[in-house]
């Protein structure tokens, strides 16, 4: 198997903004460890306003970022560089996706593949017939299927959609900037997250509630796009959209941080959060809900917490003694450590291109 470094070129949502997304901090972790492993990366952007605006990383350290404008400004400037590219990765939710993903499958000469970083999201989609970044027909097109769910979906990716491959590429955290910080706790329990409808009930349930149960408690939610009307109980810190360089903070600031799955992924399962990863590399106990394949990623009771009442979550909070909340913290810590940062994500990625590339020059 070859071992020089390669060229790659990825079409992903964004890079240099990670307002209202999670796509930007992976990128940014493969993108820098894909570099340092010595392969060669272009990754491509559309420029839009909301993104223009809120730009928390504007020119990448690491690989090549490059912004266009068009469909026809990507074809015209960056044809060259994907026709040559041993491997040409085109992301979830890139504008004109389907159009881009035909453009990319009949142009590279080397391997493609989709990378799915809404697995349980697109494959709602396609059952509603909303093929808003890619198709049925497109998926076989690729030569592989990346996604942030792995278990059975995988499997339906093959059978139902035709995938020649589809493998995991889970979210992942970057141990440079998650880590434990000796700051005292401001607040018992906080969570991070963009608002969703899906996922506001479990909020109101795990958070609110028990914020509204007990007063002399103190809560925190950081996130964006929260309707006005919504009434936080007093003692309910809102915080507007941290930029990641401020994520390290708010996790070490909290005795607990609360996870939220959004129901297509708790349908699915597999479908582990980055902000999980990143809340236990900081060693900051998490208190999750529950969805399939939870315990694969972590020791459920010893190294992740998980709730389905307003009471569970009021026991945690006032009756796990300091020592053991620590000790939860530092088991989660040493678990992520071990496999999921974005190094290990850039390594079976590496892994996977050189595989397609065997069978590629084999076919």
Not at 174 to 180: E, I, T
Request: aromatic fraction near 10%.
């Amino acid at each position: 198997m070859r071992r020089e470094p390669l060229d790659v070129v990825v079409l992903g949502l964004s890079i240099t903004s990670s307002w209202g997304n999670g796509h930007a901090t992976t990128y940014r972790g493969l993108v820098r460890e894909l570099a340092a492993r010595g392969h060669r990366v272009l990754f491509l952007e559309r420029d839009q306003p909301w993104y223009a605006e809120n730009r928390d990383l504007p020119a990448p350290p690491y690989g090549r970022t490059e912004l266009y404008t068009s469909l026809e400004e990507l074809k015209d400037r960056f044809g060259p560089a994907v026709r040559r590219a041993d491997f040409v990765i085109v992301g979830s939710y890139v504008p004109q996706g389907v159009e881009a993903g035909q453009w990319v499958t009949d142009t590279a000469t080397g391997v493609t593949a989709f990378y799915d970083i809404d697995t349980p999201v697109t494959l709602a989609k396609l059952s509603r017939g909303d093929h808003e970044y890619i198709t049925p027909d497109l998926i076989p097109r690729y030569h592989a299927y990346l996604s942030f769910t792995g278990g059975p979906t995988l499997k339906s990716l093959e059978r139902r959609y035709g995938s020649p491959m589809a493998r995991p590429l889970y979210c992942s955290f970057d141990p440079g900037l998650y880590r434990p910080e000796a700051l005292a706790p401001k607040w018992d329990l906080g969570y991070m997250g963009t608002y969703s409808d899906d996922r506001q009930p479990a909020l109101e349930r795990l958070l609110v509630e028990p914020a509204r149960r007990w007063s002399a408690g103190r809560f925190a939610v950081a996130g964006p796009q929260y309707p006005k009307e919504i009434r936080w109980p007093k003692n309910v810190k809102r915080f507007e959209h941290l930029e990641p360089k401020k994520h390290s903070r708010f996790y070490n600031q909290q005795r607990f941080t609360l996870n939220i799955t959004r129901a297509d992924m708790v349908a699915a399962g597999f479908s582990p959060s980055v902000r999980l990863f990143e809340a236990a590399a900081c060693a900051t106990p998490i208190i999750s809900d529950e969805w399939p394949g939870l315990g694969t990623f972590f020791r459920i009771g010893e190294e992740i917490l998980t709730a389905r009442t307003p009471g569970q979550v009021l026991q945690y909070l006032q009756g796990i003694p300091e020592a053991e909340r620590r000790a939860l913290g530092q088991r989660a810590r040493a678990r992520v450590l071990h496999e999921h940062t974005a190094a290990h994500r850039a390594e079976e990625l590496e892994g996977y291109a050189l595989s397609l590339l065997e069978r590629h020059v084999a076919a």
